[in-house]
């Protein structure tokens, strides 16, 4: 089975920290995604990336940024974290097909 | 921005057969169509996926007609497990490096 992994399911931060977040996949995808879920609002794309050390922005880039150093790990970086990033990210990965595996998804609060 | 249209909620009632469309009037030759459930506090899932005429598995039909402007989903009789958030996304399975999911259609599955 496919894995994809989050660090974390629920975190606390204080604003203005930098904040990572981590997801790793072992199925060897090329695409990996980071989206944030708010009630009402579905999944709104953050940045994802088709390979190693590319990245592309997606609808709501700002105050985000991300990393991946490696094919199996995407990084989701909040430079210095706001109330208003408190929210559900999920992280994705897709491999040749329209298929996409989730995370199960980081709760974060910033306080 | 996402690339398809769908009602923003519907309800059923234990039993009925439930058909969920999608419009997506830019749809490019290379693009599948794709649809997803989501639970609450999880990622969504992978339901089906199609690129013309109709697409049976154990969980969803997928009906699109020769124009591929449209799609529907049809849930043989729904349970109250099926109440969930449903998602349409079309995409080039090739690259498929830039999903983007719109805010999803939520049915209600009522006793």
């Known amino acids: 089975d496919v894995k994809v992994t989050q660090s974390s399911r629920y975190l606390v931060k204080r604003t203005g920290e930098k904040v990572f977040l981590e997801c790793v996949q072992d199925?060897?995808?090329?695409?990996m995604f980071w989206y944030r879920q708010d009630p009402g609002l579905g999944l709104r794309l953050i940045y994802f990336s088709y390979d190693v050390k590319m990245k592309e922005k997606g609808d709501i880039p700002e105050g985000y940024s991300v990393s991946r150093e490696k094919k199996e790990r995407f990084s989701l970086i909040l430079e210095s974290a706001s109330t208003n990033q408190t929210s559900m990210y999920l992280c994705a990965s897709t491999g040749g097909t329209t298929e996409a595996f989730f995370g199960q998804g980081t709760r974060l609060t910033v306080v | 921005l996402a690339k398809t249209t769908q009602p923003i909620s519907m309800d059923s009632y234990e039993g009925q057969e439930v058909n969920i469309t999608c419009s997506h009037n830019?749809?490019?030759?290379?693009?599948?169509i794709t649809w997803y459930q989501q639970f609450p506090s999880q990622g969504p899932r992978f339901i089906i996926q199609g690129y013309k005429t109709k697409v049976t598995n154990e969980v969803a039909s997928l009906f699109i007609p020769a124009d591929r402007k449209s799609s529907t989903l049809s849930l043989p009789r729904v349970s109250l497990s099926d109440t969930a958030v449903y998602y349409c996304?079309?995409?080039?399975?090739?690259?498929?490096?830039?999903?983007?999911f719109g805010a999803g259609t939520r049915l209600t599955v009522k006793p």
């Open positions: 996304l079309v995409g080039d399975p090739l690259y498929n490096n830039d999903m983007r």
């Open positions: 830019n749809i490019a030759t290379n693009d599948y």
């Open positions: 199925m060897d995808h090329e695409n």
